[in-house]
């Protein structure tokens, strides 16, 4: 789990962070944006869990929290977020 180790190590001590994850199109069925679902999760305890907040409709796509865990919450949160993408060869050998 390498990706993991340095994700957590990214966010650590900068707040929460979108990710891609959703289940807005059918509840606690996540998938990412490109429509794929997660071959690995690492949810926190409990989550997700929609929690409400006596709103009519819940939490439903996914953040990076404290240690590297995985959150639901509203998808209108203001909170950063952090993408992948690929990187080119040159940049990854220092060519």
Known sequence: MEEQKWLKEQIFGKGYFWMGLTDREEENVWRWLDGTKPAFTKWKTGQPDNWGHGHEVGEDCAGLIHEGFWNDFFCEDLI??????????????GL
Not at 80 to 93: D, F
Request: a negative charge; aromatic letters at 8%; proline letters at 0%.
């Open 80 to 93: 950063s977020y952090i993408c992948e993408k690929e990187m080119k060869t040159s940049e990854a050998t």
